[in-house]
């Protein structure tokens, strides 16, 4: 377990965020820990699931930045599903 940096985008949010995260996290603590810095600030909160999506296609919730071939500073978009 590794601290990586990824750049992070939520949907109907206008700011992209530098934010580390862990190198075998879940790609659901991945959309966390971007929607931490934006969900109830400049997103309203909402009851769904997210989904992160890497270069336009949607990531597994259980995958990992490492199985998933994301290279540091690569932008993962959060969305809700």
Known sequence: MAPFP????FEGDFVVLLVPVDDEQPMTDVAQAI???????????????????????????????ISSQVAPLDVLRVAYA
């Not at 810095?37 to 930045?65: E, F």
């Open 35 to 65: 929607a931490h810095h934006v969900v109830g600030k400049r997103v309203p909160a909402q009851d769904r699931p997210m989904k992160v999506t890497h270069n336009g296609i949607v990531l597994a919730d259980d995958a990992t930045i």
């Open 6 to 9: 990824v750049q992070g985008i």
